[in-house]
């Protein structure tokens, strides 16, 4: 060390006290404690006097600082660490149950009606868990008690249709008798004979679908898949039913497709039937295949469905509009149609034309 090493400033004041600084000398710290220890001339202040400084090395402070600050330094990690250990521990404490009634939850509303969670403690979550098990068992209770009603009542419809089918099939025959005398009768008895018949006939096809209806509310419908000429399946359900002169088709004769023939002409005489009574001419019925499947459209150029009943035209029972609630039909036939579409694994929709309404049949190749 020499007294280069002090800085000016410390020797300017050196002159009136002790002072102490610390400066890096060589890479290395030391503390520089200076003082004036002699003044001549009575010490006036443009006199010089001697000045001492002393070089005082801190390694031994530095390596005891730095010591000092790795053993805060890794206490301080460890009081973390253990920390952040009993913050798991107490999260997981608290978040596990919830997990696990937010599970639970989930599977109620999947349907796993019978979903319960073990009670542990006398704590909140516990009482929430408890509470949770009450509400689980009253729903399973309330769906239980709901579905055997359910069942009740599909089987009583079932039934009533089936004990229905026996006198109606007897008033049919005496319908098709009076239909043929009713041209020889008076003019009063004979709208009378008319209007009976007219009502024989919707009761009847209310009744067949009704039996329909519960084949497929019983899980019982199937399908008895076979090659069918899809041109030829649409022209013979036409001309049963007598539609041949008021329905253009459009399909090529070689479009075969793997069907329930039955269900098909179901799904088309109940779209053709709906758009003959509701709609207005020409009515017609396009079928082609595409990459995935066969396409049926029925589109009919009447005033078409209200657009706010469109989202519910396959509901059951359903009619658009009050001027149709006491027209002929059942108002299960579309209900039917998309039951025996999605007995196909297809799907069925229908959207708006100008003029006309026009349903779309998709049905997968099986």
Known sequence: MSLSDVPNELHGRAKQSVVTQRKIIDNELYLIVGAEVYRDNAGRPESTGLQAF??????????????????LAQ??????????????????????????????????????????????????????????NDAAAALELSVSELRSLEAMSRRFVADVSHELRTPLTAMTAVADMLSDEADHLPEAPAQAVRLVLREIERL???VEHLIEISRFDAGTATLNLEPVNVADSIQDCLEVRGWSDQVTVTASQGLTANLDPSRFDVIV??????????????????????????EVKVRDHGKGIPREALAHVFDRFFKAGAGRARSQGSGLGLAIARANVQLH??????????????????????
């Open 54 to 71: 002393v070089f005082f090395p801190l390694r031994d402070d530095q390596r005891q600082l730095d010591t000092l600050r790795t053993t």
């Open 75 to 132: 206490t301080g990690l460890v009081i973390v660490l253990i920390a952040l250990g009993v913050a798991l521990v107490s999260a997981r404490q608290v978040l596990l149950p919830v997990r696990r009634l937010s599970a639970a939850a989930q599977a109620l509303g999947q349907g796993r009606l019978d979903t319960r969670l073990p009670v542990h403690g006398q704590d909140e979550l516990a009482g929430l868990t408890a509470r949770f």
């Open 204 to 206: 009847r096809e209310l």
């Open 269 to 294: 005489a109940n779209l053709v039937g709906n758009a003959l009574k509701h709609g207005l001419p020409p009515v017609v019925v396009t079928a082609r295949t595409t990459e995935n499947g066969l």
């Open 345 to 366: 694994g297809g799907t069925i929709s229908v959207r708006l034309q100008h003029p006309g309404t026009l349903f779309t049949v998709w049905l997968p190749h099986i």
